[in-house]
Protein backbone atom coordinates (compact mmCIF):
# COMPACT_ATOMS: atom_id res chain seq x y z
CA UNK A 1 0.00 0.00 0.00
CA UNK A 2 1.97 3.41 -1.55
CA UNK A 3 -0.31 5.45 1.29
CA UNK A 4 1.01 2.98 4.37
CA UNK A 5 4.93 3.03 3.46
CA UNK A 6 4.92 7.08 3.04
CA UNK A 7 3.00 7.85 6.33
CA UNK A 8 5.35 5.18 7.58
CA UNK A 9 8.25 6.93 6.36
CA UNK A 10 7.05 10.09 7.72
CA UNK A 11 6.46 8.64 11.11
CA UNK A 12 10.00 6.82 10.82
CA UNK A 13 11.38 10.76 10.24
CA UNK A 14 9.70 12.47 13.04
CA UNK A 15 7.11 13.76 11.64
CA UNK A 16 3.91 13.05 13.99
CA UNK A 17 0.02 12.16 12.86
CA UNK A 18 -0.89 15.52 12.83
CA UNK A 19 1.57 16.80 10.50
CA UNK A 20 0.91 14.76 7.69
CA UNK A 21 -1.97 15.09 5.73
CA UNK A 22 -2.39 12.76 2.72
CA UNK A 23 -5.28 12.92 0.34
CA UNK A 24 -5.88 11.77 -3.12
CA UNK A 25 -7.95 13.73 -5.98
CA UNK A 26 -9.34 12.98 -8.83
CA UNK A 27 -7.27 13.12 -11.46
CA UNK A 28 -7.88 16.61 -13.81
CA UNK A 29 -6.25 17.30 -16.98
CA UNK A 30 -3.57 19.99 -14.96
CA UNK A 31 -2.56 17.71 -12.00
CA UNK A 32 0.15 20.52 -10.93
CA UNK A 33 -2.58 23.20 -10.97
CA UNK A 34 -4.69 21.04 -8.60
CA UNK A 35 -1.79 20.47 -6.17
CA UNK A 36 -1.28 23.75 -5.57
CA UNK A 37 -4.90 24.51 -5.25
CA UNK A 38 -5.28 22.15 -2.72
CA UNK A 39 -2.51 23.38 -0.81
CA UNK A 40 -3.55 27.38 -0.73
CA UNK A 41 -6.60 26.14 0.47
CA UNK A 42 -5.17 24.32 2.99
CA UNK A 43 -2.80 27.03 3.90
CA UNK A 44 -0.47 23.79 4.09
CA UNK A 45 3.91 25.31 4.63
CA UNK A 46 5.29 22.35 2.54
CA UNK A 47 4.00 19.50 -0.93
CA UNK A 48 5.98 16.29 -0.60
CA UNK A 49 6.21 15.26 -4.68
CA UNK A 50 7.37 12.24 -5.68
CA UNK A 51 9.11 11.03 -8.71
CA UNK A 52 7.56 8.16 -10.67
CA UNK A 53 11.31 7.60 -12.93
CA UNK A 54 14.67 7.30 -12.04
CA UNK A 55 17.20 9.20 -13.74
CA UNK A 56 19.50 12.47 -13.44
CA UNK A 57 17.22 15.05 -13.93
CA UNK A 58 15.60 16.51 -10.91
CA UNK A 59 12.32 17.51 -12.28
CA UNK A 60 11.22 14.03 -14.24
CA UNK A 61 7.83 15.45 -15.01
CA UNK A 62 5.93 18.39 -15.89
CA UNK A 63 4.34 17.93 -12.63
CA UNK A 64 6.78 18.77 -10.36
CA UNK A 65 8.07 21.20 -12.75
CA UNK A 66 4.73 23.09 -12.53
CA UNK A 67 4.83 22.86 -8.51
CA UNK A 68 7.70 24.34 -7.90
CA UNK A 69 7.09 26.83 -10.30
CA UNK A 70 3.96 27.96 -9.20
CA UNK A 71 4.72 27.55 -5.13
CA UNK A 72 4.67 31.01 -3.09
CA UNK A 73 5.77 30.94 0.62
CA UNK A 74 5.67 27.12 0.50
CA UNK A 75 8.81 24.34 0.23
CA UNK A 76 8.67 21.67 -1.64
CA UNK A 77 10.24 18.22 -1.18
CA UNK A 78 11.16 16.11 -3.92
CA UNK A 79 11.42 12.72 -3.43
CA UNK A 80 13.97 11.22 -5.32
Known amino acids: NF ?6 RFHDAG ?3 KQIDVK ?5 ANIGKA ?5 EKGHYGTIVIG ?4 GPAVFSSS ?8 LSN ?7
Open 63 to 70: VSLNVVDS
Open 74 to 80: MAAWIVL
Open 35 to 39: IICEA
Open 24 to 28: AIKCT
Open 15 to 17: LTE
Open 3 to 8: YGLAIK
Open 51 to 54: RRKS
